[in-house]
């Protein structure tokens, strides 16, 4: 009688409970799989903005409240021979969404002399940079919103302001980003969108300048942290004081404004492991008490101690694993080859499966299968072959 053969007929002597409790380790994991791989999504989002080195400056009581373009010139005289400082870009919400819609996209007006320097990720080539810097109605965008509206390179479109004075403007295509860091983004010129606030706003000069936040790309990651106290001092004191952030904290402000999802898909991953644990432990227990007499059997005809320990933890073990299985793999390949897009969550614009999640679902699943059967194994060495055999007799 080989040890395969007992797991095997294990498992088969409930197949209803070995079925209910596969499923019951299967639904979860594809839950904690889900949540790890958004987890990783941020995580990897971060490091990747990270290595832009960009600093955002804004006002410092809200983004709300508008900044001259003094600002700007301000900014650069802290470093006029740009050793510290690539260059810097203003920006202005637009809020545009496509007419006859409820979606706003996040679309921002730059400065079309610096936006390709400070968003290097957008990748633009010379032929793009040239395309842009000839037609102010020219805009850049992310590839999910280029999916999502089935635009391309070339296309004419029309977006409208969510914001007063509401303006409709015309736009052309001049590059579909590729960088999954600016998939949602919509970005065009500056210059147009003053003009245009400058023919609705009559007189209103000096507001239809100002930005709601600068962009400053750094040399290095020690200029952006010394830069970020200079500017901040510089405006100190002043009506326009700012607030100096690196792009991964000024993104957090809005991330958290939904809750802090990465700390919820945390929360619900721990969960998930606590529901599974529970579910493995009752499984085993129960399986344990009705083997009593199996287990004794086994040991009066020779099974030897560390065998029948083995016996009961390997059965713990199989069933975590194959429940496992049986919901990482599906919703792995199911992700894998058609991920979900459209999330329009910041700069996540899918939900892929990361490798990582993957194998951390099956190595918690094992862990899981491991504690869940190591108490019963136990009382399964500790058990009494004579007493077990007269009390299930």
Request: aromatic share 10%.
């Amino acid at each position: 009688m080989t040890t395969r053969y007992v797991l095997w007929q294990n498992l088969l002597r409930n197949p209803l409970r070995t079925i209910l409790t596969a499923v019951a380790f299967a639904l979860p994991m594809a839950i904690f799989v889900a949540a790890i791989s958004l987890v990783s999504a941020l995580i990897e989002m971060g490091k990747a903005n990270e290595r832009q080195l960009r600093l955002a400056v804004h006002h410092k009581t809200t983004i709300v409240n508008l900044l001259p373009e003094a600002v700007r010139r301000r900014v650069e005289g802290l470093d006029p021979q740009h050793q510290r400082l690539t260059a810097v870009c203003g920006m202005r919400w637009f809020g545009g969404k496509v007419p006859d819609t409820q979606n706003t996209l996040t679309s921002l007006a730059a400065d079309p002399d610096t936006f390709p320097l400070v968003y290097s990720d957008a990748d633009m080539t010379p032929d793009e940079t040239a395309a842009w810097n000839r037609d102010r109605r020219a805009c850049v965008l992310g590839f999910a919103i280029a999916e999502r509206y089935r635009w391309k390179s070339g296309d004419r479109i029309v977006l409208v302001s969510t914001v007063p004075p509401y303006l409709q403007l015309e736009f052309y295509v001049a590059k579909v980003m590729t960088a999954k860091t600016q998939a949602n983004y919509f970005y065009f010129r500056r210059d147009y969108l003053t003009e245009s606030l400058k023919e609705a706003l009559p007189g209103l000069a000096d507001a239809a300048s100002r930005c709601n936040i600068f962009w400053i790309k750094c040399n290095s990651a020690a200029d952006l942290h010394s830069l970020q106290g200079e500017i901040d001092a510089l405006f100190a004191n002043t009506p326009d004081e700012t607030k100096s952030e690196d792009e991964n904290a000024f993104g957090a402000n809005f991330t958290q404004a939904a809750g802090d999802i990465p700390g919820l898909m945390r929360a619900m991953a721990m969960v998930v492991v606590f529901v599974i644990a529970l579910v493995a432990g009752n499984t085993m227990m129960m399986s344990f008490r009705e083997r009593t007499r199996e287990l004794a059997v086994f040991k009066a005809i020779g099974f030897q101690s560390r065998r029948v320990f083995f016996i009961v933890l390997a059965e713990s073990l199989l069933l975590a694993l194959l429940g496992s299985l049986l919901g990482v793999v599906p919703v792995s390949a199911l992700l894998w080859f058609f991920p979900v897009r459209g999330l329009g969550f910041g700069p996540i614009s899918a939900l892929e499966i990361s490798p990582f999640a993957v194998i951390g679902s099956l190595a918690m699943a094992m862990m899981i299968g491991l504690a869940a059967g190591l108490w019963p194994a136990y009382q399964a060495v500790r058990l009494r072959t004579v007493d077990a055999l007269r009390r299930v007799a």
